[in-house]
């Protein structure tokens, strides 16, 4: 039951695509990652998702529609729902998301992280 | 699929202590409130709470302690644990939560809000 600082957590890691858990509740994962450049395109078949700017922006790409994002805005990608974020300038937002989320959902390679770091 | 505002549905409403829906995912509520003064002492059986501080700040009471919150700070408030949210000054802050969770937990009376508002 202590707080947890949003902007101190993202002071401790650098690099991209790294999802990093901050919070557990209700089967759910508080994440904060940073990013830039081009996600790969992928789906969640089980999960529903939710994407929160903190700081920077950039833009969900879906396959009929592209999303602009601001500093506290959100948006929640429907499980099945392929998506792709993508940043021109490094940004950083808050996931929410059921504990058995992998961020590259369907699409697994170079860019998944299976094991994330708690912080 | 479309992005949210957090600061433009906040501006959507005045009252205290009167959660409004804003987003659902897996089962969870996003929710935004105002709020100022003391709250009701209560506990969620089934819900653990998160306290996300938009603008503004305020502590969480527990029983044994005290938490400080300021901007872009959270706090997640385990199911069976007493808590009363207090503000000097009014704060805005996102709630997420179980789509089942009532805002005055096991302590139903005169803050006690039934039936939210989607904004």
């Known amino acids: 039951m202590d707080k947890v600082s949003v902007i101190e957590k993202l002071s401790l890691f650098q690099d991209h ?3 990093r858990i901050v919070g557990a509740l ?3 994962h508080v994440k904060l990652v940073k990013f830039k450049g081009e996600f790969v395109w992928h789906k969640h078949d089980k999960e529903d998702e939710m994407f929160y700017v903190i ?3 950039f833009r969900m790409e879906f396959r009929d529609k592209t999303v602009e994002l601001n500093e506290n805005e959100f948006i929640i990608v429907p499980k099945g729902v392929e998506h792709r974020p993508v ?3 490094e940004v ?3 996931l929410f998301e059921p504990v058995s989320t992998l961020n590259t959902g ?3 390679g170079r ?3 299976e094991d994330l770091e708690w912080i």
Chains 1, 2 share one sequence.
Do not use: H, I, R, V
């Open 17 to 19: 695509w790294n999802p």
């Open 26 to 28: 209700n089967g759910q």
């Open 55 to 57: 700081k920077g922006q």
């Open 87 to 89: 940043a021109e300038k």
């Open 92 to 94: 950083a937002a808050m």
């Open 106 to 108: 369907d699409t697994k």
């Open 111 to 113: 860019l998944t992280q």
